[in-house]
């Protein structure tokens, strides 16, 4: 009885939690849906914990130029004294025999304290400066990651948007081919038609209804993968306050400032891992010179033959020990001479990939502005198209209703004015992404 109970509850329990969380609706707009993806979405997280990984790292090497500081207590027992061999003449015996003998106490313990600082070691030095620097680096990928994550975002909300938006007018649509079609049926339920053109518009209607079908399931698909890409759990309500305005868009422009490549993430990346590999050679290098340790010591022992070291009436001994290590390296079969040479090439590659970079990015730069220039125009030609589309749509349906026009005609409009339409709000798309990407390959902030 009592584990039933415990279930009920246990189901009650995780039906509420789910009821919780299906009841969680959140409005965003493009740039609060990116806000909300580089506080949850795990790439920014990760990359966020590689940076506070790399903050810890600068510690610890901070750490061994710091003093050492090492503690230990040593108990032994011995159940059979350790037997020493001694010559038998020491002991007026025969030449050549020996005596077994034992010597020491069944208890001994030693309590020991030591301490050691680093005073000179160029390595150490160069070190501390190269975990500085990669946990710039770490900080440089954590932005990255931001821009990156920002980009699939608002590619995923402003896709969602467009597929809502065709959603609407392929509603509009299906609501005009199904008065078109009931209209037709009349006509050819009375005989002012033929049997082909009440076909051909039932046919266009049940393809449009699939259609309709189809985006509803698009719909959905293009849902999850926004909350995937803001880092949201699929089982909350999502409404996007935004929508994709002729309008608003009309209004962007193209920058036409000169490119500058030192702006872009990834090249301050580059330069950073060009930092590291330089404090790589300087490292290797300061391998030749000498390193100086002091150290420290006091240990104290006892030997018993009974466990009883902590009475005060019995003696401990004491040592002390200061000193310092002065280590030359004379030798090594040419290891850091051949480290050397591989940092040098491995930094050539880097200065390479910067090289290439900057090549690379300019002509980047310049695709997407031309992308930008080449959607703006689209979007007008393709909103004169839709108008044009409509206009004659309208003109067919009428000649149609007067009975001077073609179901073939009719139909032949309907398609261009579904081209259009889609064309129109794929358009409207490509722009608005245009803008976001060519901003991201300048170097613009774009979250």
């Known amino acids: 009885m009592k584990k039933t109970l415990i279930g009920l509850l246990l189901l009650l329990y995780g039906q509420r939690a ?12 493009a740039k609060q849906a990116v806000e909300y993806a580089l506080q949850n979405q795990m790439d920014v997280q990760n990359a966020r914990l590689d940076a506070g990984i790399s903050k810890a790292q600068v510690r610890e090497i901070v750490g061994i130029g710091l003093p050492q500081v090492n503690s230990s207590f040593d108990v032994q027992h011995f159940v059979e004294l350790p037997t020493s ?40 030095l160069l070190g501390v400066k190269a975990t500085r620097t990669f946990h710039e680096l770490a900080t ?12 699939n975002v608002y ?53 449009i209804r699939s259609e309709q079908d189809k985006f509803g399931r698009l719909i959905l698909l ?22 994709l305005s002729s309008s608003d868009i009309k209004n962007i422009s193209v ?29 290797y290098r300061a391998g030749y010179y000498p390193t100086l340790h002091a150290y420290g010591s006091l240990s104290a022992n006892a030997q018993r033959t009974e466990m009883n070291f902590f009475d005060s009436d019995r003696r401990w001994f004491s040592t002390a020990v200061v000193g310092a290590t002065v280590r030359f390296p004379i030798f090594d079969g040419l290891q850091k001479n051949s480290k050397i040479r591989q940092e040098k090439l491995s930094l050539q590659k880097i200065r390479n990939e910067i090289k290439s970079f ?9 695709a997407k502005r031309n992308s930008l220039v080449d959607a703006l125009n689209s979007l007008e030609v393709q909103e004169q198209n839709l108008q044009l589309a409509t206009d004659i749509y309208n003109i067919s349906k009428i000649k149609y209703d007067q009975g001077v026009g073609s179901s073939l005609e009719i139909m032949d409009a309907e398609t261009s004015l579904k081209d259009a339409q889609t064309n129109y709000f794929s358009a409207m798309y490509e722009a608005v992404i245009s803008k976001i990407e060519l901003d991201k390959s300048m170097g613009n902030s774009i979250y």
């Open 358 to 366: 900057e090549q690379g990015a300019l002509i980047e730069i310049s």
């Open 18 to 29: 789910h009821s919780i969380v299906q009841d969680s609706v959140y409005r965003f707009s």
């Open 140 to 151: 440089r990928n954590l932005s990255r990651t931001e821009t990156e994550t920002a980009l």
């Open 255 to 283: 920058p036409l400032e000169k490119a500058d490549v030192t702006k872009r993430i990834e090249y301050s990346i580059l330069q950073t891992q060009s930092q590291l590999q330089e404090y790589n050679i300087r490292r």
């Open 155 to 207: 590619k995923a909300y402003y896709n969602n948007l467009l597929l809502i938006e065709r959603r609407k007018v392929l509603d509009a649509n299906v609501q005009r081919i199904t008065k078109l079609h009931d209209d037709t049926k009349a006509l050819y339920e009375n005989g002012f038609v033929e049997k082909l053109d009440y076909d051909r518009v039932k046919l266009e209607l049940n393809n």
């Open 222 to 243: 293009s849902d999850q993968i926004l909350k995937f890409q803001i880092g949201m759990n699929a089982q909350m309500k999502l409404i996007l306050t935004d929508s």
């Open 85 to 124: 061999l001694l010559p038998a003449e020491f002991f007026e015996g025969e030449a050549g025999e020996f005596i077994p003998i034992q010597f020491g106490t069944k208890w001994n313990a030693t309590g020991n304290l030591s301490a050691s600082q680093l005073l000179f070691d160029p390595t150490y």
